[in-house]
């Protein structure tokens, strides 16, 4: 990439870095239809790749990976996972290959505007219809590839892996494609051009590279492709110098205890046996209640501090999961045998933390997922709101990392990274708990009408019919209005004035921000209220809230 990407680029410093690599028997080449500067220059490093190996008598003998699925608007990189642009981009590659083959196609990322299912189909098509040999998926998690093998033949994944970035392996998606045979491509192996400065400060990795007679850069390599032998490694050398150390990283040979830093994690954990304590003392055990943000993860966390576990919460203890997790370690070296982390733990890297270090202690991990959807979790957010500060924060105020004062995009964004916990990440047992809400208080019924129910000053029948048959029930204007508008005589005014674009506040429909409010304030029972509307959104709002529609 950073060959035709670089500002410094250079075609004959990128010609000699390539026939260098196939000198010293490198056989496989990755490039992407996006590698150029901008929008300007597609292509770009792929006539360059077909250029260079065309030049060069080993050449022929050449594996080219080349990726379609992104846009470039300047230095912007922008995901397209639409069917179409993958067939053009496709196209256009094998335009720019001179009539190459190309070996292996991939998904650059995932579009999250796109469902990864109508990506990946589209890269099935373009393999059965023989436009590539092979087909794969870039920078996806492990419930991605688990959707990707659904729909297509996936025979490789690439991702970035370092020593200084496991998130890749910890997340289980290196282990899930070594099991299934599909070959996982390392990309910035040595932390790309963000991280490389952290990796080569690394003083461990020094004195172990000394040890083993090789630098640091070349232990970085040699360790990742001792995770499995079908684990590629492809660093992205710019100059012969560079391709040479590669080179001599193949020949590494990293001690059995070394090769074990990074291959861990290919391998299930295997939960401790449970061995009871002294009777009457309880058994050891750590506890993870999982859930998104609003699950109802803090009820049940009083219950178990209640029965004498200590509690582990990153909004209280502040810092990282992984500092948090070395205070479970300091805990447990102390003689603590109990504890509960309730913290959202999404992922399954977030979670391999939490039981890897319980699991060198040899407690066993109890798991609790709380399972509910997020219309319901964003009502229980603004619940909690209500009840620590009496009232909706305003936009400039939801800030915060405290579960009261989350912003609306909290709970979506984390949805979009969800992996639900499942057996095989080293539970002693995985209890899943469905949510079911309580009755909502008894109070006075309320008629919300949507602000689409009110046309030139007047109601339209079906409102007004309403109005006519529950005369005594409070009567709410709903809707979204930006810059609010004035409610009529004898309405509550529940109309959201925000500005448009991604919600900052809680009370535009279908977020459930003002109606809570109401309800609280004027005693309102949803389950004995009514909406009118025509607004999808204030339908949706009304079916999430038990209202009657």
């Known amino acids: 990439m950073r060959l035709s990407t670089s500002p410094d680029r250079d075609e004959a410093r990128a010609r000699a870095t390539v026939h260098a690599a196939l000198d010293a028997g490198f056989t496989l080449f990755d490039t992407a239809h996006a590698y150029g500067r901008d929008e300007t220059e597609y292509g770009h490093n792929e006539k360059w790749m077909a250029r260079f190996l065309a030049e060069h008598a080993k050449g022929a003998g050449a594996r080219v990976i080349t990726k379609g699925g992104m846009r470039r608007a300047g230095p912007k990189w922008i995901p397209d996972g639409k069917a179409t642009t993958l067939r053009a981009q496709c196209e256009a590659s094998l335009v720019a290959l001179g009539g190459r083959a190309i070996d292996l196609y991939l998904l650059h990322a995932p579009d999250p505007r796109v469902p990864l299912a109508t990506s990946v189909r589209a890269l099935e098509a373009l393999r059965a ?4 040999k092979a087909v794969g998926i870039c920078n996806v998690n492990r419930a991605q590839l688990e959707e990707a093998m659904e729909h297509a033949e996936i025979s490789a994944v690439q991702l970035g892996v370092s020593l200084v970035d496991d998130s890749a392996l910890a997340g289980g998606v290196v282990a899930r494609a070594v099991e299934r045979g599909v070959t996982v491509i390392c990309h910035s192996p040595l932390g790309g051009p963000r991280k490389f400065a952290e990796l080569s400060r690394q003083r461990w990795l020094a004195e172990r590279a000394q040890v083993d007679g090789c630098t640091l850069h070349e232990w970085a390599l040699a360790a990742l492709m001792a995770i499995d032998p079908n684990v590629v490694v492809i660093p992205g050398a710019r100059r012969p110098e560079t391709v040479a150390s590669c080179r001599r990283a193949v020949d590494v040979k990293l001690p059995d205890e ?31 209640l999982m859930g998104l943000q609003g699950s109802g993860k803090t009820s049940r966390v009083s219950e178990s501090v209640a029965r004498g576990y200590s509690r582990l919460n990153r909004d209280e ?6 500092q948090l997790h070395d205070k479970l370690g300091l805990l447990l070296r102390s003689g603590v045998q109990r504890a509960v982390l309730d913290n959202t733990y999404v992922t399954r890297q977030q979670r391999r933390g939490a039981i890897e270090v319980a699991t060198r202690s040899g407690i066993p991990v109890r798991g609790v997922w709380h399972e509910i959807d997020v219309a319901q979790a ?14 909706l924060l305003g936009p400039a105020e939801l800030k915060g990392r405290t579960p009261d004062t989350i912003g609306p995009m909290v709970i979506p964004r984390t949805v979009k990274t969800l992996e639900v916990p499942a057996d095989d990440e080293g539970f002693s047992s995985l209890t899943r708990v469905p949510f079911v809400r309580r009755p909502w208080p008894d109070g006075v019924p309320a008629l919300f009408l949507g602000l689409d129910q009110l046309k030139n000053g007047a109601w339209l029948p079906e409102a007004a019919a309403a109005m006519a048959q529950r005369p005594a029930a409070v009567r709410v204007l709903l ?26 506040c809680w009370c535009r429909p279908p977020l459930p921000g003002l109606v809570l409010a109401h309800a609280r304030s004027f005693g309102i029972c949803l389950s004995k209220s009514r909406v009118v509307s025509g607004s999808p959104s204030l339908l949706s709002l009304s079916a999430s809230l038990g209202m009657q529609g």
């Open 129 to 132: 219809e023989g436009l590539v």
């Open 258 to 288: 070394a090769a074990m830093v990074l291959r861990r994690f290919v391998r299930p954990l295997t939960p401790p046996p449970q061995t009871p304590l002294p009777q009457g003392e309880g058994a050891p055990e750590i506890v993870l």
């Open 317 to 322: 203890a502040g810092g990282t999961l992984a």
């Open 378 to 391: 964003q009502i229980n957010v603004v619940l909690r709101m209500l009840e620590v500060h009496g009232r």
């Open 479 to 504: 809707g979204w209005s930006e810059g609010g508008v004035s409610a009529p005589d004898g309405f509550v005014n529940a109309v959201c004035p925000h500005g448009g674009g991604p919600p900052s």
